[in-house]
Protein backbone atom coordinates (compact mmCIF):
# COMPACT_ATOMS: atom_id res chain seq x y z
CA UNK A 1 0.00 0.00 0.00
CA UNK A 2 1.47 3.43 -0.84
CA UNK A 3 1.07 6.35 0.55
CA UNK A 4 1.45 9.91 -1.48
CA UNK A 5 2.60 13.02 -0.12
CA UNK A 6 2.31 16.00 -2.28
CA UNK A 7 5.39 17.89 -2.76
CA UNK A 8 8.39 15.60 -4.33
CA UNK A 9 6.32 13.66 -5.46
CA UNK A 10 6.72 10.83 -2.09
CA UNK A 11 5.13 7.85 -1.92
CA UNK A 12 5.61 5.73 1.49
CA UNK A 13 4.72 2.32 1.49
CA UNK A 14 3.33 0.16 4.29
CA UNK A 15 4.49 -3.47 4.45
CA UNK A 16 2.13 -6.42 2.98
CA UNK A 17 -0.57 -7.20 5.61
CA UNK A 18 -0.57 -3.54 6.92
CA UNK A 19 -3.44 -1.11 6.97
CA UNK A 20 -3.29 2.58 7.14
CA UNK A 21 -4.83 3.77 10.00
CA UNK A 22 -6.97 6.95 9.98
CA UNK A 23 -4.62 9.12 12.12
CA UNK A 24 -1.81 7.86 10.04
CA UNK A 25 -0.76 4.93 12.26
CA UNK A 26 -0.03 1.67 10.51
CA UNK A 27 -1.32 -1.84 11.78
CA UNK A 28 -0.93 -5.38 10.59
CA UNK A 29 0.94 -8.43 10.98
CA UNK A 30 4.61 -7.99 10.44
CA UNK A 31 4.31 -11.74 9.40
CA UNK A 32 4.97 -10.26 5.66
CA UNK A 33 8.25 -8.10 6.78
CA UNK A 34 11.21 -10.91 7.17
CA UNK A 35 9.32 -12.64 3.49
CA UNK A 36 9.48 -10.37 1.13
CA UNK A 37 11.76 -9.97 -1.01
CA UNK A 38 14.20 -7.37 -2.39
CA UNK A 39 17.23 -5.86 -4.00
CA UNK A 40 20.36 -5.12 -2.17
CA UNK A 41 20.73 -2.94 0.83
CA UNK A 42 21.03 0.85 -0.14
CA UNK A 43 24.82 1.12 1.53
CA UNK A 44 24.90 5.37 1.31
CA UNK A 45 22.15 5.72 3.50
CA UNK A 46 22.70 3.51 6.68
CA UNK A 47 18.94 2.50 5.82
CA UNK A 48 18.37 -0.39 8.57
CA UNK A 49 15.38 1.03 10.64
CA UNK A 50 13.37 0.87 6.69
CA UNK A 51 14.84 -2.38 5.72
CA UNK A 52 11.66 -4.22 4.53
CA UNK A 53 9.97 -1.25 3.35
CA UNK A 54 9.10 -0.60 -0.22
CA UNK A 55 9.14 2.93 -0.70
CA UNK A 56 9.25 6.61 -1.67
CA UNK A 57 9.20 8.20 -5.33
CA UNK A 58 8.73 6.44 -8.11
CA UNK A 59 12.23 5.68 -9.05
CA UNK A 60 13.39 4.16 -5.61
CA UNK A 61 14.76 0.72 -5.42
CA UNK A 62 12.98 -1.58 -2.71
CA UNK A 63 15.53 -1.78 -0.01
CA UNK A 64 15.45 -4.80 1.50
CA UNK A 65 18.69 -6.24 3.86
CA UNK A 66 20.53 -8.67 2.15
CA UNK A 67 19.68 -12.26 2.32
CA UNK A 68 22.87 -12.86 4.30
CA UNK A 69 21.40 -10.75 7.08
CA UNK A 70 18.09 -11.09 7.10
CA UNK A 71 16.91 -13.87 9.61
CA UNK A 72 20.46 -13.23 11.44
CA UNK A 73 22.05 -9.90 12.04
CA UNK A 74 21.18 -7.69 15.58
CA UNK A 75 19.75 -4.91 12.97
CA UNK A 76 16.94 -6.92 11.45
CA UNK A 77 15.59 -8.82 14.63
CA UNK A 78 15.97 -4.80 16.50
CA UNK A 79 13.98 -3.70 13.59
CA UNK A 80 11.72 -6.66 13.78
CA UNK A 81 11.30 -6.32 17.42
CA UNK A 82 10.30 -3.04 17.16
CA UNK A 83 7.54 -3.27 15.26
CA UNK A 84 6.20 -6.50 16.96
CA UNK A 85 6.00 -4.50 20.35
CA UNK A 86 4.10 -1.91 18.06
CA UNK A 87 1.69 -4.30 16.77
CA UNK A 88 1.10 -6.24 19.56
CA UNK A 89 0.77 -3.47 21.98
CA UNK A 90 -1.36 -1.88 19.69
CA UNK A 91 -3.94 -5.41 19.71
CA UNK A 92 -3.59 -5.57 23.53
CA UNK A 93 -3.92 -1.23 24.31
CA UNK A 94 -5.23 -0.26 21.15
CA UNK A 95 -5.39 3.19 22.10
CA UNK A 96 -2.30 3.79 23.92
CA UNK A 97 -0.17 2.05 22.68
CA UNK A 98 -0.93 2.97 19.07
CA UNK A 99 -0.64 6.49 19.86
CA UNK A 100 2.47 6.79 21.85
CA UNK A 101 4.82 3.65 19.77
CA UNK A 102 3.50 3.58 16.76
CA UNK A 103 2.75 7.57 16.04
CA UNK A 104 6.64 8.14 17.32
CA UNK A 105 8.14 5.49 14.92
CA UNK A 106 5.92 6.30 11.71
CA UNK A 107 6.88 10.15 12.64
CA UNK A 108 10.41 8.76 12.70
CA UNK A 109 10.02 6.93 9.40
CA UNK A 110 7.94 9.77 7.42
CA UNK A 111 11.27 12.16 8.59
CA UNK A 112 14.12 9.49 7.63
CA UNK A 113 12.10 8.82 4.41
CA UNK A 114 11.43 12.36 3.34
CA UNK A 115 14.93 13.37 3.89
CA UNK A 116 15.93 10.01 1.50
CA UNK A 117 13.18 10.62 -1.44
CA UNK A 118 14.09 14.30 -1.38
CA UNK A 119 18.18 13.30 -1.49
CA UNK A 120 17.30 10.84 -3.84
CA UNK A 121 15.34 13.16 -6.46
CA UNK A 122 18.54 13.65 -8.71
CA UNK A 123 18.98 9.97 -9.49
CA UNK A 124 17.20 7.70 -12.06
CA UNK A 125 16.82 4.48 -13.48
CA UNK A 126 15.93 1.53 -11.88
CA UNK A 127 17.44 -1.33 -10.90
CA UNK A 128 16.86 -4.36 -13.14
CA UNK A 129 15.46 -7.09 -11.38
CA UNK A 130 11.73 -7.47 -10.11
CA UNK A 131 10.84 -10.38 -8.29
CA UNK A 132 7.22 -10.86 -8.74
CA UNK A 133 4.55 -11.00 -11.50
CA UNK A 134 3.05 -7.59 -9.88
CA UNK A 135 6.42 -6.08 -9.34
CA UNK A 136 7.21 -6.95 -12.75
CA UNK A 137 3.84 -5.33 -13.81
CA UNK A 138 4.44 -2.36 -11.81
CA UNK A 139 7.95 -1.72 -12.86
CA UNK A 140 6.61 -1.63 -17.09
CA UNK A 141 4.02 1.51 -15.79
CA UNK A 142 6.40 3.46 -13.58
CA UNK A 143 9.84 2.66 -15.98
CA UNK A 144 8.50 4.94 -18.84
CA UNK A 145 11.24 6.93 -18.07
CA UNK A 146 14.65 8.09 -16.64
CA UNK A 147 15.66 10.97 -14.39
CA UNK A 148 17.45 12.41 -17.43
CA UNK A 149 16.73 16.10 -18.21
CA UNK A 150 16.18 17.43 -21.56
CA UNK A 151 16.96 20.77 -20.60
CA UNK A 152 19.92 20.33 -19.06
CA UNK A 153 20.87 18.08 -22.15
CA UNK A 154 20.16 20.92 -24.45
CA UNK A 155 21.71 23.62 -22.53
CA UNK A 156 25.05 21.91 -22.86
CA UNK A 157 24.12 21.79 -26.59
CA UNK A 158 23.41 25.60 -26.43
CA UNK A 159 27.03 26.39 -24.62
CA UNK A 160 28.79 24.04 -27.37
CA UNK A 161 26.95 25.79 -30.17
CA UNK A 162 27.82 29.13 -28.38
CA UNK A 163 31.82 28.10 -29.23
CA UNK A 164 31.25 28.58 -32.58
CA UNK A 165 32.29 26.36 -35.32
CA UNK A 166 34.62 23.56 -33.46
CA UNK A 167 36.54 21.85 -35.97
CA UNK A 168 39.34 19.12 -34.61
CA UNK A 169 42.78 21.53 -33.80
CA UNK A 170 40.85 24.50 -33.39
CA UNK A 171 40.69 27.16 -30.59
CA UNK A 172 37.23 27.15 -30.24
CA UNK A 173 37.70 22.58 -29.62
CA UNK A 174 39.68 23.51 -26.72
CA UNK A 175 37.22 25.41 -24.83
CA UNK A 176 34.79 22.71 -25.84
CA UNK A 177 37.23 20.28 -24.51
CA UNK A 178 37.29 22.10 -21.28
CA UNK A 179 33.47 22.67 -20.90
CA UNK A 180 32.98 18.60 -21.28
CA UNK A 181 36.26 17.70 -18.66
CA UNK A 182 34.80 20.20 -16.17
CA UNK A 183 31.23 18.66 -16.20
CA UNK A 184 32.58 15.46 -16.10
CA UNK A 185 34.67 16.06 -13.28
CA UNK A 186 31.71 18.21 -11.36
CA UNK A 187 29.92 14.67 -11.57
CA UNK A 188 32.43 13.56 -9.90
CA UNK A 189 33.86 10.81 -12.82
CA UNK A 190 37.51 10.34 -13.15
CA UNK A 191 38.05 12.00 -16.11
CA UNK A 192 41.57 11.33 -18.24
CA UNK A 193 42.35 13.21 -21.87
CA UNK A 194 43.64 10.74 -24.38
CA UNK A 195 46.18 12.85 -26.82
CA UNK A 196 47.45 11.65 -30.17
CA UNK A 197 48.89 13.27 -33.41
CA UNK A 198 47.28 12.28 -36.81
CA UNK A 199 48.42 13.05 -40.57
CA UNK A 200 45.23 14.52 -42.08
CA UNK A 201 44.74 16.85 -45.16
CA UNK A 202 45.47 19.40 -43.10
CA UNK A 203 49.01 18.45 -41.92
CA UNK A 204 49.57 17.28 -38.62
CA UNK A 205 46.66 17.76 -36.33
CA UNK A 206 46.41 17.08 -32.69
CA UNK A 207 43.56 15.52 -31.16
CA UNK A 208 42.27 14.63 -27.65
CA UNK A 209 39.81 12.11 -26.74
CA UNK A 210 37.96 12.48 -23.44
CA UNK A 211 37.23 9.67 -21.76
CA UNK A 212 34.93 9.75 -17.97
CA UNK A 213 35.36 6.46 -15.88
CA UNK A 214 32.49 4.90 -13.61
CA UNK A 215 33.72 1.73 -11.46
CA UNK A 216 31.25 -1.41 -11.81
CA UNK A 217 31.22 -4.45 -9.82
CA UNK A 218 33.30 -5.90 -13.39
CA UNK A 219 36.37 -4.43 -14.72
CA UNK A 220 34.57 -5.13 -18.03
CA UNK A 221 33.41 -1.94 -19.69
CA UNK A 222 30.08 -0.65 -21.36
CA UNK A 223 31.24 2.26 -23.69
CA UNK A 224 28.54 5.39 -24.01
CA UNK A 225 29.91 7.79 -26.90
CA UNK A 226 29.38 10.96 -28.76
CA UNK A 227 31.64 13.01 -31.33
CA UNK A 228 32.70 16.53 -30.06
CA UNK A 229 34.39 17.93 -33.22
CA UNK A 230 32.22 19.33 -35.94
CA UNK A 231 33.05 19.43 -39.57
CA UNK A 232 35.24 21.97 -40.84
CA UNK A 233 33.78 24.54 -43.45
CA UNK A 234 35.20 27.54 -45.03
CA UNK A 235 32.18 28.69 -46.85
CA UNK A 236 30.17 29.10 -43.86
CA UNK A 237 29.86 28.94 -39.94
CA UNK A 238 29.30 25.30 -38.99
CA UNK A 239 27.89 25.19 -35.70
CA UNK A 240 26.88 21.39 -35.80
CA UNK A 241 23.59 22.18 -33.00
CA UNK A 242 22.98 18.40 -34.06
CA UNK A 243 25.87 16.57 -35.50
CA UNK A 244 28.46 17.16 -32.80
CA UNK A 245 26.75 19.49 -30.20
CA UNK A 246 23.01 17.18 -29.88
CA UNK A 247 24.72 13.80 -29.27
CA UNK A 248 27.35 14.99 -26.68
CA UNK A 249 25.13 17.45 -24.60
CA UNK A 250 22.83 13.94 -24.38
CA UNK A 251 25.87 12.01 -23.28
CA UNK A 252 27.07 14.56 -20.90
CA UNK A 253 23.17 14.39 -19.50
CA UNK A 254 23.75 10.27 -19.12
CA UNK A 255 26.73 10.57 -17.44
CA UNK A 256 25.38 13.00 -14.55
CA UNK A 257 22.59 10.70 -14.07
CA UNK A 258 24.48 7.55 -13.61
CA UNK A 259 27.12 9.36 -11.59
CA UNK A 260 24.62 10.09 -9.73
CA UNK A 261 23.34 7.12 -9.32
CA UNK A 262 26.64 5.97 -7.98
CA UNK A 263 27.13 8.53 -5.57
CA UNK A 264 24.00 9.55 -4.55
CA UNK A 265 22.18 6.16 -4.13
CA UNK A 266 25.12 3.77 -3.87
CA UNK A 267 23.87 1.54 -6.47
CA UNK A 268 27.13 0.21 -8.63
CA UNK A 269 26.39 -0.95 -11.83
CA UNK A 270 27.49 -4.30 -12.93
CA UNK A 271 29.82 -3.40 -15.41
CA UNK A 272 32.72 -0.48 -16.19
CA UNK A 273 31.28 2.58 -18.10
CA UNK A 274 33.36 4.53 -20.30
CA UNK A 275 31.77 7.72 -21.36
CA UNK A 276 33.74 8.79 -24.41
CA UNK A 277 34.01 11.95 -26.33
CA UNK A 278 36.17 11.12 -29.78
CA UNK A 279 37.69 13.74 -31.49
CA UNK A 280 37.60 14.24 -35.25
CA UNK A 281 35.10 12.50 -36.42
CA UNK A 282 34.78 14.13 -38.90
CA UNK A 283 36.35 14.34 -42.05
CA UNK A 284 38.58 17.41 -43.16
CA UNK A 285 38.31 16.55 -47.04
CA UNK A 286 34.43 17.42 -48.03
CA UNK A 287 33.42 14.04 -48.65
CA UNK A 288 34.00 11.65 -46.23
CA UNK A 289 35.95 8.92 -48.33
CA UNK A 290 37.62 11.41 -50.20
CA UNK A 291 40.78 12.01 -48.56
CA UNK A 292 43.83 9.61 -47.64
CA UNK A 293 42.32 6.22 -49.06
CA UNK A 294 39.34 6.68 -46.55
CA UNK A 295 41.06 7.04 -43.78
CA UNK A 296 40.13 10.90 -43.50
CA UNK A 297 37.70 10.85 -40.77
CA UNK A 298 36.96 8.72 -37.55
CA UNK A 299 40.52 9.81 -36.10
CA UNK A 300 40.00 9.50 -32.13
CA UNK A 301 37.52 6.52 -32.65
CA UNK A 302 40.29 4.25 -34.51
CA UNK A 303 43.25 5.79 -32.26
CA UNK A 304 41.10 4.76 -28.89
CA UNK A 305 40.78 1.00 -30.84
CA UNK A 306 44.46 0.58 -31.61
CA UNK A 307 45.41 1.91 -28.43
CA UNK A 308 43.30 -0.94 -26.31
CA UNK A 309 44.51 -3.51 -28.95
CA UNK A 310 48.45 -2.67 -28.33
CA UNK A 311 47.57 -1.99 -24.06
CA UNK A 312 45.47 -5.36 -24.51
CA UNK A 313 42.87 -3.71 -22.68
CA UNK A 314 39.83 -4.53 -26.04
CA UNK A 315 38.98 -7.65 -24.33
CA UNK A 316 37.45 -5.69 -21.07
CA UNK A 317 35.19 -4.01 -23.89
CA UNK A 318 32.00 -5.78 -24.08
CA UNK A 319 30.15 -3.37 -25.87
CA UNK A 320 30.27 -0.07 -27.70
CA UNK A 321 27.22 2.73 -28.02
CA UNK A 322 27.42 5.54 -30.44
CA UNK A 323 25.06 8.36 -29.97
CA UNK A 324 25.27 10.52 -33.44
CA UNK A 325 22.55 13.41 -34.87
CA UNK A 326 19.98 12.55 -31.96
CA UNK A 327 18.46 15.95 -31.00
CA UNK A 328 16.75 16.99 -34.06
CA UNK A 329 12.95 17.79 -33.02
CA UNK A 330 11.49 15.51 -35.64
CA UNK A 331 13.33 12.58 -34.47
CA UNK A 332 13.45 9.46 -36.52
CA UNK A 333 15.95 6.75 -35.17
CA UNK A 334 15.95 3.85 -37.73
CA UNK A 335 17.32 0.35 -37.11
CA UNK A 336 21.20 0.50 -37.76
CA UNK A 337 21.77 -2.38 -40.41
CA UNK A 338 25.82 -2.64 -39.78
CA UNK A 339 25.15 -2.51 -35.84
CA UNK A 340 25.10 -5.41 -33.41
CA UNK A 341 21.61 -6.76 -33.84
CA UNK A 342 21.52 -8.04 -30.17
CA UNK A 343 22.32 -4.36 -28.89
CA UNK A 344 19.42 -2.96 -31.59
CA UNK A 345 17.23 -5.51 -30.55
CA UNK A 346 17.66 -4.24 -26.72
CA UNK A 347 17.35 -0.37 -27.54
CA UNK A 348 14.52 -0.54 -30.29
CA UNK A 349 12.60 -2.88 -27.91
CA UNK A 350 12.98 -0.65 -24.76
CA UNK A 351 12.22 2.15 -26.84
CA UNK A 352 8.73 0.22 -27.83
CA UNK A 353 7.97 -0.79 -24.23
CA UNK A 354 8.54 3.15 -22.71
CA UNK A 355 6.27 4.18 -25.49
CA UNK A 356 9.13 5.54 -28.31
CA UNK A 357 8.32 3.28 -31.42
CA UNK A 358 7.27 6.10 -33.06
CA UNK A 359 10.97 7.89 -32.71
CA UNK A 360 12.84 4.17 -33.36
CA UNK A 361 10.87 2.90 -36.09
CA UNK A 362 11.40 -1.06 -36.96
CA UNK A 363 12.39 -0.15 -40.49
CA UNK A 364 16.34 -0.51 -41.44
CA UNK A 365 18.79 1.76 -41.75
CA UNK A 366 22.66 2.00 -43.32
CA UNK A 367 25.24 4.28 -41.96
CA UNK A 368 27.60 2.70 -44.03
CA UNK A 369 30.39 4.42 -41.70
CA UNK A 370 30.79 5.78 -38.23
CA UNK A 371 32.73 5.79 -35.08
CA UNK A 372 31.55 2.51 -34.20
CA UNK A 373 32.54 0.72 -37.07
CA UNK A 374 36.20 0.88 -35.44
CA UNK A 375 35.17 -1.11 -32.94
CA UNK A 376 32.77 -3.43 -34.86
CA UNK A 377 35.67 -4.34 -36.95
CA UNK A 378 38.06 -5.44 -33.85
CA UNK A 379 34.78 -7.84 -32.82
CA UNK A 380 33.29 -5.60 -30.21
CA UNK A 381 29.49 -5.34 -30.12
CA UNK A 382 28.46 -2.00 -31.30
CA UNK A 383 25.64 0.37 -32.39
CA UNK A 384 24.75 3.63 -33.51
CA UNK A 385 21.94 5.70 -33.29
CA UNK A 386 21.83 8.05 -35.97
CA UNK A 387 18.69 10.31 -36.97
CA UNK A 388 19.85 10.94 -40.93
CA UNK A 389 16.62 12.08 -41.51
CA UNK A 390 17.32 15.71 -40.75
CA UNK A 391 15.94 18.25 -42.68
CA UNK A 392 12.84 20.77 -43.98
CA UNK A 393 10.42 17.47 -44.42
CA UNK A 394 10.48 14.71 -42.49
CA UNK A 395 12.58 12.40 -45.04
CA UNK A 396 14.61 14.76 -45.82
CA UNK A 397 18.65 15.35 -45.31
CA UNK A 398 19.32 18.57 -46.01
CA UNK A 399 19.91 20.64 -42.80
CA UNK A 400 23.25 17.58 -42.52
CA UNK A 401 26.45 19.17 -43.10
CA UNK A 402 24.99 22.39 -43.95
CA UNK A 403 24.57 26.27 -42.04
CA UNK A 404 20.99 25.16 -41.03
CA UNK A 405 22.22 22.62 -38.60
CA UNK A 406 21.31 25.03 -35.82
CA UNK A 407 20.01 24.90 -31.92
CA UNK A 408 16.29 26.03 -33.16
CA UNK A 409 16.43 22.07 -35.11
CA UNK A 410 16.99 20.88 -31.65
CA UNK A 411 14.33 20.03 -28.93
CA UNK A 412 15.05 18.94 -25.55
CA UNK A 413 11.88 16.62 -25.79
CA UNK A 414 14.01 14.75 -28.27
CA UNK A 415 17.36 14.36 -26.39
CA UNK A 416 15.41 12.80 -23.33
CA UNK A 417 13.71 10.45 -25.34
CA UNK A 418 17.38 9.61 -26.42
CA UNK A 419 18.28 9.69 -22.81
CA UNK A 420 15.46 7.61 -21.63
CA UNK A 421 15.68 4.87 -23.85
CA UNK A 422 19.22 4.29 -23.32
CA UNK A 423 19.21 4.49 -19.61
CA UNK A 424 16.28 2.11 -19.32
CA UNK A 425 18.00 -0.27 -22.21
CA UNK A 426 21.03 -0.81 -19.58
CA UNK A 427 19.93 -3.57 -17.23
CA UNK A 428 18.62 -5.53 -20.48
CA UNK A 429 21.91 -5.22 -22.45
CA UNK A 430 24.29 -5.79 -19.24
CA UNK A 431 22.05 -8.96 -18.91
CA UNK A 432 23.36 -10.21 -22.28
CA UNK A 433 26.51 -9.80 -21.67
CA UNK A 434 28.92 -12.54 -20.01
C1 LIG B 1 27.69 11.44 -39.06
C2 LIG B 1 27.67 12.75 -38.83
N1 LIG B 1 28.67 11.20 -39.90
C3 LIG B 1 29.25 12.34 -40.20
N2 LIG B 1 28.65 13.30 -39.54
C4 LIG B 1 29.03 9.88 -40.39
C5 LIG B 1 28.48 9.63 -41.73
C6 LIG B 1 29.30 9.71 -42.84
C7 LIG B 1 27.16 9.32 -41.91
C8 LIG B 1 28.78 9.50 -44.13
C9 LIG B 1 26.67 9.07 -43.18
C10 LIG B 1 27.46 9.19 -44.28
ZN1 LIG C 1 28.98 15.23 -39.56
Known amino acids: MRLRIAGCG???SVPEGHRILAGGETTGTGRNVESRPGRALDRS??????????????DT?????PANIRSASGAEEDFLERYRSIFNSAIRNPQSAIKKSAIRNLALLIVASLLFACADSASSSKPSVENTPAQKARAETDDKASAFDGMRAFNHVKAQVEFGPRPAG??????TREYIVRELKGYGLKTTLDEFAENTPLGKIKFKNVIAELP???PNVVIIASHYDTKPFKEFNFVGANDGGSSTGALLEIARIMAADNQIRGLKRKFTYWFVFFDGEEAFCREWDECLNGNDHTYGSRHMVERLKKEKQLGRVKAMILLDMIGDKDLTVPREEGSSQWLVEAIWGT???IGHAKEFPDRPFSVGDDDHMPFLRAGVPAVDLIDFEYGSSPEANDYWHTKEDTLDKISPVSLKIIGDVI????????????
Do not use: D, H, N, Y
Open 170 to 175: SPAIER
Open 351 to 353: ARQ
Open 10 to 12: LRI
Open 61 to 65: PVVSP
Open 45 to 58: FGLSPFQGWKSLCA
Open 216 to 218: GES
Open 423 to 434: LLSLPSIEMQIR
